[in-house]
């Protein structure tokens, strides 16, 4: 049996380089697996981490220690991936301990990209079959040690609880801390069997997150909360400007018990305390020579890209003849824009660091565990295995902690200070010193037969690259695949259709992922020019959308459930409206009906969303729902207030006064219903961010007449609007 086969793998894994046994200290059982490209790239193993070299120990008392290769953000993974072992390697739930996974690629990276990182909503996409595979493997090395002990046919064994049973025998038991030195004596078996579906007893069913009383108690620890003997703390401040310098620093007032780290784009103060060395920073008058980038407005940012994206751009995907079908019949052409966007996470960034003598050890939290350690590893000049790095939970990633320039920061600063620092960003150097979510602009155009329907569309992408910033590569033809995410697969099958890409840089301003990447804006595109033909068309939204999705008969389904649910074209009141939003991302079909009050000042109220998710295969419910209900109010929360502006060079957003977050109170009312299904996982924790934003322009339209295309919507605009 393959990885291959069950989870869509570009590579295929066989059973005999996935899984690797070995015996733990004390006696017990160690399973890991592994991808064969990858295990030439391992490094010598840290000696900090307990068992480097397994995924999973099971120690003589029984209790499974689970080191995991994802990192927790708030979105569930360390429970929904103890699920997937718990259930097939059958042990209770409340035996197995997760831990976070050492910084090595060989041993933990992903059986898709051979590499550590949470991000692209792939957890469960990338581990839902390897690790069921490796429960099962365990299992059944469990269920032959116990058959060869008492000399029976291991087909006549059962396993419950962390047990192996022999009901033929009067029901006598061994439990599995006493098989594990045995099992751990045995081979891999070759081609283990996962269990059907009706016997599975946690996969699939909701659980209480494993992490949920820490985190209520406050016992939680995350990389803000390190503490250490002898720490200091370090308040920075680097070049508001991108690519800028130091002009000048006036350090007169400076306190005597405070350090200052002066490099040529950073200025840190380092104090026994982290207030202590933010007032240190405060006392300093610096100067910044922003160079050509301090010439930079957000008025110029969007000429140029308003007029790159007018420019013929790099073919990502073709159908039939797009040009052809565009002449041939009602056009309509629109002009679709997504603003920069901060992350904003609740835990500001911050690293700890200890650098002695060639050796740097560290403290924090990260979505890419060994891109964090070979970034410092380069600014510190030395090799990754001099480093080492002790992951933590994170107050919030969104994405932005797929980056590593808090710890490239962190670390330069660390070299000039005896002892370990921990550096921490303000809130407002953490806005001003983000990597936002690019700008977009959509040039689109589509046509309409006389029956309604599409003949023709051309959807055009001009923006940023974040691969080129992160990898500092060009692109390869002109094509930032990343960028067209979301619109490549034409779910509404036109048989005319052409996707275009072409780079777009904003120069002031460094671009990362944030949390939906390129489906945020592209799913606004294509969800607001659907909305726009059906209007053209004098059809129902709805109808239209569905008259168009026979050849994606999953977001059929769900689009049909969800309008059925949320009471599709009912009457509503005055300057009420209901949207709708039909989606393929991220491996999941999610289709999504807001219901948005338009005030007579402008003020949008969105009341309530009525969901309907199609992720395939499931392993707890109640985590879906959480992503679904997060990403909605997340992308809700940019579409009515997001938006990142430049003057000379610098951002002009410093902290929630400025850059909005929707309160509790704005919190709309969720109904999500999760599609059972026996299909492929699809990802979960990015795919609600871009559900929300068409929907509600969508319903403005429905609402008022007005059909905003730009975001953040337009207040001035809509109050403008008195009546439909």
Request: with cysteine; charged share 20%.
């Amino acid at each position: 049996m393959t990885i291959q086969k069950k989870s869509g793998n570009a590579t295929a894994l066989s059973r005999r380089n996935l899984l690797k046994v070995g015996a733990a200290a004390g006696g017990g059982l160690l399973l890991s697996f592994h991808t064969p490209s990858a295990l030439a790239q391992a490094p010598a193993a840290t000696p900090y981490v307990l068992n480097p070299n397994a995924f999973i120990a099971i120690a003589p008392d029984g209790k499974v220690t689970f080191q995991i290769p994802q990192q927790e953000m708030g979105q569930g993974v360390y429970t929904s991936l103890s699920q997937l072992l718990a259930d097939e390697l059958d042990v209770s739930f409340d035996m197995v301990t997760p831990l976070p996974a050492p910084p090595v690629d060989a041993l933990y990276g992903s059986p898709r990209s051979h590499r550590m990182g949470t991000g692209g909503s792939q957890s469960i996409r990338s581990f839902y079959y390897p690790l069921r595979q490796v429960g099962a493997s365990g299992r059944a090395m469990l269920v032959q040690a116990a058959a060869n002990q008492w000399k029976v046919n291991p087909a006549t064994l059962r396993t419950e609880a962390g047990q192996v049973i022999d009901d033929a025998h009067g029901g006598r038991k061994l439990s599995y801390g006493e098989l594990a030195p045995r099992a751990a004596k045995l081979p891999a078996p070759q081609n283990p069997k996962i269990k059907d579906d009706k016997d599975l007893k946690l996969i699939g069913r909701s659980v209480h997150r494993l992490d949920a009383v820490q985190k209520g108690n406050g016992t939680a620890q995350y990389g803000i909360d390190v503490r250490l003997p002898g720490m200091k703390f370090a308040a920075l401040s680097a070049s508001p400007v991108v690519g800028g310098k130091i002009g000048h620093i006036d350090s007169a007032k400076l306190a005597a018990n405070l350090q200052l780290v002066q490099l040529d784009d950073i200025v840190a103060v380092i104090g026994p305390d982290y207030w202590s060395a933010q007032k240190g920073l405060r006392s300093l008058n610096i100067t910044w020579d922003g160079g050509e980038n301090s010439k930079l407005d957000s008025a110029q940012i969007w000429k140029e890209l308003r007029a790159t994206s007018e420019q013929k751009g790099v073919e990502a995907v073709s159908f039939g003849d797009a040009a052809r079908g565009l002449a041939d019949g009602a056009r309509l052409d629109a002009a679709y824009e997504m603003p920069f966007l901060s992350h904003a996470p609740m835990e500001p960034q911050n690293f700890t660091v200890h650098v002695t003598a060639r050796v740097c050890e560290m403290w924090g939290g990260s979505q890419s565990q060994t891109g964090a350690v070979a970034a410092a590893a380069k600014a510190l000049g030395i090799t990754p295995d001099k480093i080492t790095f002790h992951n933590y939970m994170m107050g919030g990633g969104f994405g932005r902690r797929l980056d590593s320039d808090m710890v490239v920061k962190s670390a330069r600063i660390a070299q000039k200070v005896d002892g370990p620092v921990q550096v921490i960003w303000s809130r407002e150097e953490d806005t001003t010193q983000d990597m936002y979510r690019p700008a977009y602009r959509n040039v689109m155009s589509a046509s309409l037969s006389p029956k309604g329907r599409i003949n023709g569309w051309s959807h055009r992408i001009a923006g940023g690259s974040i691969s080129v910033r992160m990898s500092g590569k060009p692109l390869t033809g002109g094509l930032d695949r990343g960028n067209v995410d979301g619109a490549l697969d034409n779910v509404y099958g036109v048989d005319n259709y052409r996707v275009e890409y072409i780079q777009a840089e904003p120069r002031a301003l460094n671009l990362g992922y944030w949390r939906g990447v390129a489906p945020n804006n592209n799913v606004f595109a294509i969800e607001s020019l659907m909305d726009e033909l059906a209007r053209k068309a004098g059809q129902d939204p709805v109808a239209f959308r569905l008259a168009h999705l026979d050849k994606t008969p999953r977001l059929k389904a769900a689009l049909s459930q969800v309008a059925q649910k949320a009471n599709w074209g009912k009457k509503m009141p005055p300057r009420w409206g209901q949207g709708v939003c039909a989606q393929f991302a991220f491996g999941t079909y999610i289709t999504t009906i807001a219901e948005v009050e338009v005030g007579t000042d402008g003020e949008v109220r969105v009341h309530k969303f009525t969901s309907v998710v199609d992720a395939g295969r499931t392993v707890n419910p109640d985590t879906i729902v959480a992503q679904l209900q997060g990403g909605l109010i997340f992308g809700t929360t940019a579409a009515l207030f997001g938006n990142i502006t430049v003057k000379d060079g610098r951002v002009q957003q410093t902290n929630f006064n400025n850059y909005r977050i929707m309160r509790i109170n704005e919190a709309p009312a969720t109904d999500i219903t999760v599609v059972k299904s026996i299909e492929a996982p699809g990802g979960i924790g990015e795919p609600g961010c871009s559900a929300g934003p068409p929907s509600i322009v969508n319903a403005i339209a429905a609402a008022t007449g007005v059909r905003l295309r730009s975001l953040p919507i337009d207040r001035q605009l809509l109050a403008a609007k008195r009546s439909v």
